[in-house]
Structure formats: C-alpha cells, structure tokens
T-cell receptor, first 112, second 114 residues
Framework: GESVGLHLPTLSVQEGDNSIINCAYS??????FIWYKQESGKGPQFIID?????DKRQGQRVTVLLNKTVKHLSLQIAATQPGDSAVYFC???????????FGQGTTLQVKP | DADVTQTPRNRITKTGKRIMLECSQT?????MYWYRQDPGLGLRLIYY???????NKGEISDGYSVSRQAQAKFSLSLESAIPNQTALYFC?????????????FGPGTRLTVL
C-alpha cells in the first residue's frame, strides 16, 4: 500500500541554525512530492514541491532534496526563525491528480 | 478577507445527528477537497471535486457525503454522526490541472461528536 512517513515527530533547533526535516515514502509511482507547513490553529500552507525526475529544488530559504534510490525526501530550512515553528508535512501526488497523501508530520520547535 | 472560508468553526453534536460543514472560496478555483485530520496524524482525503459536475471518493469516504452546489461552494455532510468522526476537518482548493500540488486550505472546522 501507499504510505508517507516522517522520521521524527519533533525537531528542536536553535534560532539561526539550519533545520532538516526528513520523510520516507513507499510509493515509487508518485509524480510529485510536496511539503506543507501547518501553524497552530491554521490550515496547512504549501511550501514547495519537487517533481519525481528532479533531485533538488530551491525556494526562498528552503531546499527540498529527493533521493529516489532510498525513497527519501527532506526539507532544509536555512537560518531557522521563530516563525518557522510549525508542524511540517510531506505529501505525495500520484499521477498529478491532486489526490494528496500526507505523512504524519514533524513538529519543528525553534528555540530563541 | 479569507480566500477559503469554513462554517462553522466549531461544532459539538450528539451521536446520530446529521451535520453539514460548509466551505466557500473566492479564488475562482475549479478543484475543491475535504480532508480530515486526527491528532498526531496527517490529513486524509475524504472527497474531492474537480468541477461542479464531478464528485469523487477519497481515502475515507464511508459515513460522509458531499455536495458541490456551485464552483465556489462544497459542503460535507455526516448523515448520522458517530464519535469516531470527531476530528478537525479542512476544506481546500486548487487551480488548474497543471498546479494541483498547491492546495489552499481553509481554517478548519473542529467537530466533536458525543
């Protein structure tokens, strides 16, 4: 079956440090892998996506890495700020349908 | 003004009651989705609609039904609520077929079934 999971439920980092949030997936047929951020009391917010034929994609202060050999996805956040504190979900989109399958989420805590 | 709104934001009901959760969007998007989130878990897709005449089941559609009244409105109904449907419910929208990964979520409805 399909599953998307994250390695650690909670990650605590110091403000200004870089954060790395990891995700493992099992469905090799997915066309896109996506990261969402959910702040307390709000709905998830799209961060960045990567197509399955790419290894790396960069956004503003974020980088997503895809390793298809070991079915691993990561989100790197540079110079982590207090506003980055949230739950981060990885998701996959098979056949570009919009039917997203979400992982369980990693809580990122940023210490001042 | 919020682009995706959900009503009510909180609801407490009893087992066996019929409940409707409503979602409206001003983004002009064709695609709309209903998700459920349980504590410590990710979101799971209940139903989705790619246009007014298109309704599809998601991962966990049993016990739920939906209605797409217009492009901007997509409602979720629980015909006979049960306690394990207690959860946080999110509506989302997305644009054209080329960009389904970026979904825009509403603020959520917290539903408690006693």
């Amino acid at each position: 079956g399909e599953s998307v999971g994250l390695h650690l439920p909670t990650l605590s980092v110091q403000e200004g440090d870089n954060s790395i949030i990891n995700c493992a997936y099992s469905n090799s047929a997915s066309d896109y892998f996506i990261w969402y951020k959910q702040e307390s009391g709000k709905g998830p917010q799209f961060i960045i996506d990567i197509r399955s034929n790419m290894d790396k994609r960069q956004g503003q202060r974020v980088t997503v890495l895809l390793n298809k050999t070991v079915k691993h996805l990561s989100l790197q956040i540079a110079a982590t700020q207090p506003g980055d504190s949230a739950v981060y979900f990885c998701a996959e989109n098979k056949e570009n349908t919009g039917k997203l399958i979400f992982g369980q989420g990693t809580t990122l805590q940023v210490k001042p | 003004d919020a682009d995706v709104t959900q009503t009510p934001r909180n609801r407490i009901t009893k087992t066996g009651k019929r409940i409707m959760l409503e979602c409206s969007q001003t983004k002009g998007h064709d695609r709309m989705y209903w998700y459920r989130q349980d504590p410590g878990l990710g979101l799971r897709l209940i139903y989705y609609s790619f246009d007014v005449k298109d309704i599809n089941k998601g991962e966990i559609s049993d016990g739920y039904s939906v209605s797409r009244q217009a492009q901007a409105k997509f409602s979720l109904s629980l015909e006979s609520a049960i306690p394990n449907q207690t959860a946080l419910y999110f509506c989302a929208t997305s644009g054209a077929a080329g960009a389904p990964n970026e979904q825009f979520f509403g603020p959520g409805t917290r539903l408690t079934v006693l």
